[in-house]
């Protein structure tokens, strides 16, 4: 891993990247060139392996814009207006999820399971048997406001059984956590180039099967956010509608390179799996504790309860592990006081050491004797996961 002059970013991206992904931007491309026409026609094959179309039932459309750029690409392009979305939220991108539908004007209902627990394939079992008007179920892979890994592969087997269309938000977890569409049946799914591919910000991209894809036209609410139409400019021309994020595309093609390098997806999930157990062990050590059991605690993000000592304040905690060359997140949770360190990125275990012996610096400074966070907390945490 390489030591950046700036600050390792333990976020769940935009994140910290390797020296020669940032070096791969060091050139201009021309958008209608045939080099960078190429690069889109190989960043496009490279994403449809990762996700192992084998059959070329599949295609994938990058876009431009952030990943929530992509998801209401989705949203917009394959649920018609006259679809209705069930909408499994438990945290901040669920609900955008929901959001985003009520913007759209599409139909939806929200299972809301809360901050600490996963949608469970019975409840969607029970829902779509009650809403048969339900066309389409909509799920986030990782809800990093919480760190929770959802069970995308239950909730998809209950989906086809009947009937109806997996749509999924793998955003931070898609290139780490498997999402294999040969044995998870879904319509579609989005992700980002910043994540566990570890690019740079600039473009998301959505995989959805062909026939979804032509079935699009006329669905979207929005010209640059039609996937019907940048899907067939793409296939038909080679470029991107209007003017593609070239050095990202460039970036990114470096960061495919080293997640080969590294064993694909598995090789990412393992570092990263190391990497959050590393990092959980110290803190706990410290007296930290986590939001989530074990059971649902991704590798992507970890959510910790702030300690419940008077002198702790998250904006002095922050301001001193950023003083020490790391920058965490603030929690994302309505009931409970947290914070969250991400596990991605170009870094590894010798630095996720690094970041524990910096949260018991700021503890330190701060004079709270450990990061124990308030019994209510815990016996709320302990009273869901029974």
């Known amino acids: 891993m390489n030591t950046p002059a700036d600050p390792y970013l333990l976020t ?3 994140l910290t990247t390797a020296a020669s992904t940032k070096a791969a931007m060091q050139r201009d491309w021309g958008s209608w060139d045939a080099d960078f026409r190429a690069m889109t026609a190989r960043l496009r094959a490279a994403l449809l392996a990762v996700a192992g179309d084998t059959n070329g039932d599949y295609d994938c459309v990058p876009l431009q814009g952030s990943g929530s750029y ?6 917009g392009s394959f649920v018609p207006r006259n679809g209705h979305a069930l909408v499994l939220a438990n945290g901040a991108y669920g609900k955008r999820i929901a959001t985003t539908l009520r913007y759209l004007g599409r ?25 048969e008007d339900i066309t389409h179920v909509v799920v986030v892979h990782c809800e990093t406001s919480s ?43 989005v992700s980002s180039a910043n994540k566990c ?8 991209f959505v995989i959805a099967k ?13 010209l640059a956010l039609d ?41 990412r999930l393992a570092r990263y799996t190391r990497n959050r157990d590393v990092m959980v062990d110290g803190l706990r050590a410290l007296g930290f504790e986590p939001l989530l059991t074990a059971a649902w ?50 870094l590894d275990e010798h630095v996720m050491r690094r970041v524990v012996e910096a949260c018991g610096a700021a503890l330190r400074t701060l004079g709270v004797p450990d990061g124990a966070p308030a019994h209510a907390s815990l016996d709320a945490r302990e009273a869901l996961a029974a």
């Open 147 to 189: 760190g929770i890994l959802n069970p995308i592969e239950e909730i998809a087997e209950v989906t086809a059984r009947h009937g109806r269309r997996l749509l999924i938000d793998s955003m931070s977890a898609f290139g780490a956590v498997p999402l294999d569409v040969r044995t998870l049946p879904c319509e579609a799914f």
């Open 227 to 267: 996937l019907h139409d940048q899907w067939d400019v793409m296939n038909r021309t080679g470029q991107w509608r209007f003017t593609p994020p070239t050095h990202a595309v460039a970036a990114f093609l470096e960061a495919l390179r080293l997640f080969e390098i590294e064993g694909g997806q598995a090789g």
């Open 12 to 14: 769940p991206g935009p």
């Open 107 to 131: 139909s939806h209902t929200v299972h809301d399971t809360g901050d600490y627990l996963p949608p469970r394939a019975a409840d969607v079992d029970r829902l779509l048997a009650a809403h």
């Open 210 to 222: 062909q026939s979804a894809l032509q079935a699009a036209k006329g669905n979207s609410h929005s």
């Open 197 to 204: 591919i570890e690019g740079v910000p600039g473009f998301g």
């Open 70 to 75: 992509c998801v209401e690409a989705m949203l």
């Open 297 to 346: 605690r991704s590798p992507i993000i970890v959510t910790f309860f702030s300690p419940a000592h008077a002198s702790f304040s998250f904006e002095r905690f922050y301001e001193l592990m950023k003083a020490q060359g790391f920058i965490i997140y603030p929690g994302k949770l309505t009931n409970v006081e947290s914070f969250r360190i991400g596990c991605i990125g170009a």
